[in-house]
């Protein structure tokens, strides 16, 4: 069955400390790939996305993502945290060629001043 | 452009009143997809239109709820009568022609008392 795991629900960073989120999918074929961030109170919105080639991708306000296939991880990154990112995280993944997304559970980050 | 329009972002009801969502996709996105989020469940999808015909509804919960979509720049999510179980954020995303990246709009939180 298609899945997404986002093992950590709850994960607390000091400010300016790295941070690295989890996500494990499972699914026959290298699915596309997103992080969606949702602030409170707010919609989702698209961090950054793997389609294919370069496993390294960059994403808006400082974020990375890295796709490993054999472990069928796509993991978010942030070298340095600012307060301002602390909301929740979703992982999603979407079969190519159709419309339905599945979300992980999320993460909600905290970030300690 | 203004993104994926909402509207009410907030709404509380009473048990048995009707109650409808409004939704105005991304101009050029001829995808429209309704979800909903609460703690328990996560992100639901609920219908998928695509050129304004409901494609997939699998995923609204009862006869209760519809949806329409008019025109390429409206949708609406309708639920007859409400119960203090609907209670949750409900999203509109869109996507375009490629179909493979979804925009949210900020979402209505509903409250069915």
């Known amino acids: 069955a298609q899945s997404v795991t986002q093992p950590d629900i709850h994960i607390t960073v000091s400010e300016g400390a790295s941070l690295e989120l989890r996500c494990n999918y499972s699914?026959?074929?290298?699915?596309?790939l997103f992080w969606y961030v949702q602030s409170p109170g707010q919609g989702l919105q698209l961090l950054l996305k793997?389609?294919?080639?370069?496993?390294l991708v960059q994403g808006i306000k400082g974020f990375e993502a890295e796709f490993k296939r054999s472990q069928s991880s796509f993991n978010l990154r942030k070298p340095s945290v600012h307060w301002s990112d602390a909301a929740e995280y979703f992982c999603?993944?979407?079969?190519?060629?159709?419309?339905?997304?599945?979300f992980g559970t999320g993460t909600r980050l905290k970030v300690l001043a | 452009d203004a993104g994926v329009i909402q509207s009410p972002r907030h709404e509380v009801t009473e048990m048995g009143q009707e109650v409808t969502l409004r939704c105005k996709p991304i101009?050029?996105?001829?995808?429209l997809f309704w979800y909903r989020q609460t703690m328990m469940r996560g992100l639901e999808l609920l219908i998928y239109?695509?050129?304004?015909?409901?494609?997939?509804d699998s995923g609204m919960p009862e006869d209760r709820f519809s949806a329409k979509m008019p025109n390429a720049s409206f949708s609406t999510l309708k639920i007859q009568p409400s119960e203090p179980r609907d209670s949750a954020v409900y999203f509109c995303?869109?996507?375009?022609?490629?179909?493979?990246?979804?925009?949210f709009g900020p979402g209505t939180r509903l409250t069915v008392l």
């Open positions: 239109f695509n050129n304004n015909v409901p494609i997939d």
């Open positions: 793997y389609f294919s080639g370069d496993t």
């Open positions: 699914y026959g074929a290298t699915p596309y």
């Open positions: 995303a869109g996507s375009g022609l490629s179909g493979d990246t979804q925009y």
């Open positions: 101009s050029g996105h001829n995808s």
């Open positions: 999603a993944v979407g079969p190519r060629g159709t419309y339905k997304y599945i």
